[in-house]
C-alpha cells in the first residue's frame, strides 16, 4: 500500500516489513533519503522515517508489523549535541564508546552517529560488543566494521573481523570481551587510518560488576568519550552511576528516545536466532576428525567424551587465527574420533571454540541453556 506523509512528521515502522521511499525528503537516524529507495526492517526493529519534504512511502507489512505517525521528529536534541560534541576533538582517532541499558536506543544512537560522521567525509569503524543483540557477527561475538556509506541497520554491515565469546551474555565472560575488544580495536588503528571507532557495548549496566566492568573496557580501550544513554526509570541515572568509574574520560548525557520500542525477552532472543540463522545460511553438516582440528581449552575434552558438548555453538579459526565463522556441534563419532559440526564455514579451519549457548535443529535457544 501506499501512504503520502506530510513535513514535520516522521513515521514509525516496526518490522518486518519493508518501506520503499517513492518521492520526497526523509531522513532515518541521520540517513538523508532523497530519491526512491527500498529499505527493509527486520522483525523487533524499529525505524523513524523523519520527513523533511512530503513523501510518498509504498509499504509491505509482515505480520507483527505496525505503522504510525507522530508529529516531529523523534530524535532527541541531545543527539544532535553529541554529534557536535564528537566532532570537537582535534586528535584522531577518538574512541567512542556508547553505554546504556537493554532497549535504550544504544544500537540507533551508534546509527545516527556513525552517519552523522560518515556525511561529513570521516572514515568511522563500529566495534559491536553486545553479545546478546550483536549487529556486527553473530549472537556470542564482538566484531567491527568499516562504514564507508549511512546506514538504516548496522545488522547490514560486513564484518571485518570478529572474536569468537560464545556466550550470550557478559557477566560470566568479562576477561575475554576485554581482551577480544581491546585486540579488534588496535587491529582497526593499525590496518587503516580511521578518524572514529565507536564501540557499542551490551546492555548490563545495573549492579557494581557490570559498573566495574564498562569502566574496565572503556579504560582498555583507551576511551576519549562516553555517552551515557538515559532510561528515564532508572534512578539513580547512569551518568550518575558511572560517575565516579569514568572519571578519566569526557563522560556525556544522552536521552533515550520517546518512540523507543522496549521488546521482551522472548523478542529479544527471536533477534539473536535471526542471527544465528544469517550466519548459517546455507549451512551443512562437516566431519572434523579430532586428530586434524585442535579443540581449544583442554577441559573441552572431556565434555567431548562425555557427550556434553552436544549442540553447543562453536567457533572456528585458521591458522592465524583468523576467526572463520560459526557452527553448532550436532554430536560425536566416537569410532571415528570426530565431530559432527552443522557450519556454513567453507574453509579448512586448524581449530575451534566451544560456547555456552545450545541451539536445536530449528537454530531455536534451547529454554534455559541459553547465557542471556
Not at 509491505?60 to 507522530?70: I, R, Y
Not at 583507551?222 to 551518568?239: G, H, K, Q, W, Y
Not at 565431530?339 to 575451534?352: D, F, H, M, N, Q
Amino acid at each position: 500500500m501506499n501512504r503520502i506523509v506530510e513535513k514535520g512528521k516522521t513515521l514509525m515502522v516496526d518490522g518486518p516489513a519493508s518501506v520503499t521511499v517513492l518521492s520526497g525528503k526523509v531522513e532515518v537516524f541521520g540517513f538523508l533519503i532523497d530519491r526512491v529507495r527500498k529499505i527493509v526492517i527486520r522483525e523487533g526493529k524499529r525505524l523513524p522515517f523523519e520527513v523533511q519534504e512530503t513523501a510518498t512511502f509504498h509499504l509491505e507489512l509482515g505480520a507483527k508489523a505496525d505503522v504510525h505517525e507522530v508529529t516531529g521528529t523523534t530524535i532527541p536534541a541531545s543527539w544532535g549535541e553529541a554529534y557536535e560534541t564528537t566532532r570537537q576533538f582535534r586528535k584522531k582517532p577518538v574512541v567512542i564508546v556508547v553505554i546504556g541499558g537493554v532497549d535504550t536506543g544504544k544500537s540507533s544512537f551508534c546509527t545516527y552517529l556513525i552517519n552523522r560522521l560518515v556525511r561529513d567525509k570521516c572514515t568511522v569503524a563500529i566495534l559491536d560488543e553486545d553479545l546478546g543483540q550483536s549487529d556486527i557477527g553473530p549472537p556470542g561475538t564482538v566484531g567491527y566494521s568499516y562504514v564507508a556509506n549511512p546506514v538504516t541497520d548496522l545488522f547490514g554491515l560486513k564484518p571485518e573481523n570478529i572474536a569468537f565469546i560464545g556466550s550470550t551474555s557478559p557477566n560470566k565472560t568479562t576477561d575475554r570481551i576485554v581482551e577480544a575488544s581491546v585486540s579488534l580495536k588496535n587491529e582497526i588503528l593499525s590496518e587503516t587510518t580511521t578518524d572514529f571507532v565507536v564501540v557499542n557495548t551490551d546492555g548490563w549496566v545495573i549492579g557494581e560488576e557490570a559498573v566495574q566492568f564498562k569502566s574496565r573496557l572503556a579504560t582498555a580501550l583507551a576511551s576519549d568519550v562516553a555517552f551515557c544513554i538515559e532510561n528515564r526509570d532508572l534512578i539513580p541515572s547512569l551518568s550518575a552511576t558511572f560517575g565516579d568509574t569514568l572519571a578519566n574520560l569526557r563522560q556525556e548525557r544522552v536521552d533515550s528516545p520517546v518512540e523507543i520500542r522496549e521488546r521482551d525477552k522472548e523478542s529479544r532472543r527471536s533477534l539473536r536466532e535471526l542471527g544465528f540463522a544469517k550466519y548459517l545460511e546455507n549451512a551443512r553438516v562437516r566431519v572434523f576428525p579430532l586428530n586434524h582440528i585442535t579443540v581449544e581449552g583442554k577441559e573441552n575434552y572431556a565434555l567431548i567424551w562425555r557427550r556434553e558438548t552436544d549442540n553447543l555453538l562453536v567457533g572456528f579459526y585458521d591458522m592465524q587465527k583468523r576467526f572463520l565463522g560459526i557452527g553448532i556441534l550436532r554430536s560425536t563419532d566416537s569410532n571415528r574420533r570426530a565431530l559432527k559440526i552443522l557450519t556454513a564455514v567453507a574453509k579448512k579451519p586448524t581449530s575451534v571454540a566451544f560456547g555456552k549457548v545450545r541451539l536445536d535443529r530449528n537454530l531455536r535457544e534451547y529454554p534455559g541453556k541459553a547465557s542471556d
